[in-house]
């Protein structure tokens, strides 16, 4: 009988290690940015602006990382396999401690007095409340992330 529970609890345990694997191995959330060393994905610049960077994260758990959000969405555009069932991560940005949002519930403002990298010139805030000064000092609209 000790046999037979000895046997069932490597097995416990080797499936309990098998599914702690998988779990680490698939990436559900953004990975911090090495700024002024990071190539972005799609144009290859470095990745130095902290408040236009982006991430998308395939299905399989492959992070790609980009210098601007206008980056991520022509990437994703040009690699539909990639994209499909991805999640997109983009910088806050009035975000201090580097945070990424959700884009699909992100709120976006689009403005040259932006100046992103590749002039995609896209900001993302977490929330309305959060962009409600730069949207009315810039008379600018409420985009969601289906419309850029």
Not at 29 to 56: H, L
Request: charge should be negative.
């Amino acid at each position: 009988m000790e046999e037979i529970q000895n046997k069932f609890r490597k097995i416990i345990n080797l499936l309990s290690y098998c599914s702690l694997f998988l779990f680490v191995s698939c990436q559900s959330s953004p990975e911090k940015i090495d700024y002024g060393k990071e190539a972005c994905v799609s144009c290859k610049m470095t990745i130095v602006d902290a408040r236009f960077a982006a991430e998308m994260i395939t299905a399989k758990g492959r992070i790609y990382k980009f210098d601007d959000i206008i980056c991520m969405k022509q990437y994703a555009a040009a690699n539909a396999d990639a994209a499909k069932d991805a999640q997109f991560w983009v910088a806050g940005y009035i975000a201090t401690d580097g945070a990424f949002i959700d884009a699909t519930n992100g709120i976006f403002l689009k403005s040259n007095a932006f100046a992103s990298p590749m002039n995609g010139n896209y900001a993302a805030f977490d929330n309305e409340a959060s962009a409600q000064h730069l949207k009315d000092s810039l008379n600018l609209e409420y985009l969601q992330w289906s419309s850029l």
